[in-house]
């Protein structure tokens, strides 16, 4: 099995700025691509952030210029920089990592998720 473990969420202001950090631990041959999601109350889950395994990344365009992705292979661990948070940014982040696993099975994972909480 694979567990991905978010940390790093809470409440803040806006204006202020927070790091999610994403640790990836469990049978794993490979990490692929690896991204962050948020989901709003009564809204769908929506990608904010992905990077690949090689680095290249991707972003949501409510995010980009203020929020930036990165991850450090050796310790399995993603991160989202997230600057000038918005109220609108309120929502559960979710880690995500496309995986090949030690079997050589390619599956995709999900954290716990963290609330992240922006008051005007």
């Known amino acids: 099995q694979v567990q991905l473990v978010e940390s790093g969420g809470g409440l803040v202001q806006a204006g202020d700025s927070l790091r999610l950090a994403c640790a990836a631990s469990g049978n794993i041959l490979r990490l692929n691509a690896m991204g962050w999601y948020r989901q709003a109350p009564g809204k769908q889950r929506e990608m904010v952030a992905a990077?690949?395994?090689?680095?290249?990344?991707n972003y949501a365009d409510s995010v980009k210029g203020r929020f930036t992705i990165s991850r450090d292979n050796a310790k399995k661990t993603v991160y989202l920089q997230m600057n000038s948070l918005k109220p609108e940014d309120t929502a559960v982040y979710y880690c995500n990592a496309m995986v090949t696993t030690l079997s050589w099975v390619n599956s995709d994972y999900w954290g716990q998720g963290t609330q992240i909480t922006v008051s005007s």
């Open positions: 990077i690949s395994s090689g680095g290249s990344t």
